[in-house]
């Protein structure tokens, strides 16, 4: 099956500093990747939705400076949480859809789990 | 805008039987897919089953199966002969199709914790 990877898994960093997230389509060319962020014991949440070679589009009330993102292949996707605070800590999933139909099932990559403090 | 319910956050059954997880969701919208998704321990998320709205069958996934209500908004999810491997967290979720494939997105319940007891 199709496999995406992030990458780091698991990162610390201290406030202020800002912090890369990658996201890879292994096997398949994803036009599109989601990200999303999930705190302890809840759902996941879209943060945003990201096309190759266009800006992304945000859901309401993710701030878009904060959270810069970036689809420049067709197999890689960043997040970086720039400026990051201890209530930015979560654990950070990406997706990726195979396929550019009206319908690709989206692939998901195994988490980023982001502590700052 | 669509919303998804589960109301059971955290459910038990034992080995070998069989549990039924709830799910309702709400919308106006004529075309959608509706997903189960597992969560492990793992946090890696995997698809379970899909439902495209426009198919009276009910899907079927080995041992998983869904019960799909359109009228009532109900998706409920069956689990048979359950295994100590199902032991996750299982999240609903719905997709509204068209007005532009490539942003298409899912929209999450908020779980149910299934733990199943040897």
């Known amino acids: 099956g199709a496999v995406v990877s992030q990458h780091p898994s698991w990162v610390i960093c201290k406030s202020g500093t800002s912090v890369k997230i990658e996201c890879r389509s292994l096997?398949?060319?994803?036009?599109?990747m989601f990200w999303y962020r999930q705190f302890p014991k809840q759902s996941l949440m879209l943060m945003a939705t990201?096309?190759?070679?266009?800006?992304?589009?945000?859901e309401q009330g993710v701030e878009k400076d904060k959270f810069l993102i970036n689809h420049a292949s067709l197999t890689l996707s960043t997040l970086t949480v720039t400026s990051a605070h201890p209530e930015d800590s979560s654990f950070y999933i990406c997706?990726?859809?195979?396929?550019?139909?009206?319908?690709?099932?989206?692939?998901f990559g195994p988490g980023t789990r982001l502590t700052v403090l | 805008a669509q919303t998804v319910t589960q109301s059971q956050p955290e459910m038990s059954v034992q080995e070998a039987e069989t549990v039924t997880l709830s799910c309702t969701y709400d919308?106006?919208?004529?075309?959608?897919?509706l997903f189960w998704y597992k969560q492990p321990p793992s946090r890696q998320m995997i698809l379970v089953i899909r439902?495209?709205?426009?198919?009276?069958q009910n899907a079927t996934e080995n041992r998983f199966s869904v019960n799909f209500q359109k009228a009532a908004k109900s998706f409920s999810l069956k689990i048979s002969d359950s295994q100590l491997g199902d032991t996750a967290m299982y999240f609903c979720?719905?997709?509204?199709?068209?007005?532009?494939?490539?942003?298409?997105?899912?929209?999450f319940g908020t779980g149910t914790l299934l733990a199943v007891q040897p």
């Open positions: 997706s990726a859809r195979e396929g550019s139909g009206v319908f690709g099932e989206q692939f």
């Open positions: 096997d398949f060319q994803a036009t599109t």
């Open positions: 990201s096309n190759e070679g266009s800006k992304a589009t945000y």
């Open positions: 919308t106006s919208e004529n075309n959608y897919y």
């Open positions: 439902q495209e709205a426009y198919k009276q």
């Open positions: 979720a719905f997709m509204k199709l068209g007005g532009g494939g490539a942003t298409n997105k899912l929209i």
